[in-house]
């Protein structure tokens, strides 16, 4: 049996990486993200809809200032045939992982390679920012309720790595992984994810998880190597303007 459904993914997704706002439209749940990317800005729909339901769902998302943007979920064939249909095009599909905590965590890791922070400090905003994670996804990680972590990583006594880590529902999700470029190949995010396992250990954890986009074949490739088990994601459709 799975560690984590598909439903129970976009649960903690939701969960750990908030957007600023939700609002009905009909059948469709749409989400303000204010600037803090697609995971937080897409519209989903729960049950049977129309064309003016589709409609209306897009002409609220651009009164909201945003470009149309949807997020088709498992079982969701139908709007994702409807935006076909409308020449909205597919991007970034996504794959979750999954392992549990006693796979992943390692007390022989050294403290200091991966240190949990109660609040980012000024050099992971650095990190981040070179890595393209600004401001407004900071603010996404500031609205996440529940046990959480800014974990910094060191490759050896320098400051090299970030991420976020947050719990619900007994399950870990890590998110915007960051190593800076000189620091890569060179086990900083392997240490990372220990790092993560660990801390979501202490805080009672059964597992630990996150999303990549298919996309990224390095990461990837290293979940693969850290035995973790691929759950089914989603991808997003988004107008041509």
């Known amino acids: 049996m799975s560690l984590l459904t598909p439903e129970g993914l976009i649960r903690l997704t939701e969960a750990t990486w908030p957007p600023a706002e939700r609002r009905r439209s009909g059948p469709f749940t749409l989400r303000h993200g204010a600037g803090g990317g697609k995971r937080v800005s897409a519209a989903t729909v729960e049950g049977p809809f129309g064309p003016t339901d589709l409609d209306a769902a897009v002409a609220a998302m651009r009164a909201m200032g945003q470009v149309p943007l949807f997020q088709p979920r498992p079982g969701d064939a139908a709007l994702d045939e409807a935006l076909e249909a409308r020449g909205y095009a597919v991007i970034d599909p996504v794959v979750g992982y999954v392992a549990p905590i006693g796979a992943m965590a390692d007390p022989a890791l050294p403290r200091l390679a991966a240190i949990p922070c109660?609040?980012?400090?000024?050099?992971?905003?650095?990190?981040?920012?070179?890595?393209?994670?600004?401001?407004?996804?900071?603010?996404?990680?500031?609205?996440?309720?529940?046990?959480?972590?800014?974990?910094?990583?060191?490759?050896?006594?320098?400051?090299?790595?970030?991420?976020?880590?947050?719990?619900h529902e007994g399950?870990?999700?890590?998110?915007?992984?960051?190593?800076?470029?000189?620091?890569?190949?060179?086990?900083?995010?392997?240490?990372?994810?220990?790092?993560?396992?660990?801390?979501?250990?202490?805080?009672?954890?059964?597992?630990?998880?996150?999303?990549?986009?298919?996309?990224?074949?390095?990461?990837?490739?290293?979940?693969?190597?850290?035995?973790?088990?691929?759950?089914?994601?989603?991808h997003y459709r988004i107008a041509q303007e």
Do not use: C
């Open 118 to 167: 109660a609040a980012p400090l000024a050099i992971q905003e650095e990190i981040w920012a070179a890595g393209g994670v600004g401001p407004a996804r900071l603010a996404v990680m500031a609205r996440a309720a529940g046990p959480k972590t800014y974990l910094l990583g060191r490759l050896g006594d320098r400051p090299v790595g970030t991420a976020f880590v947050a719990i």
């Open 171 to 234: 399950v870990a999700m890590l998110h915007a992984l960051e190593v800076l470029a000189s620091a890569r190949r060179q086990g900083v995010a392997r240490a990372m994810m220990t790092g993560a396992a660990n801390w979501a250990a202490k805080e009672g954890a059964a597992a630990l998880s996150l999303l990549v986009t298919r996309a990224n074949t390095g990461a990837n490739s290293l979940y693969a190597s850290l035995g973790m088990e691929q759950v089914e994601g989603y």
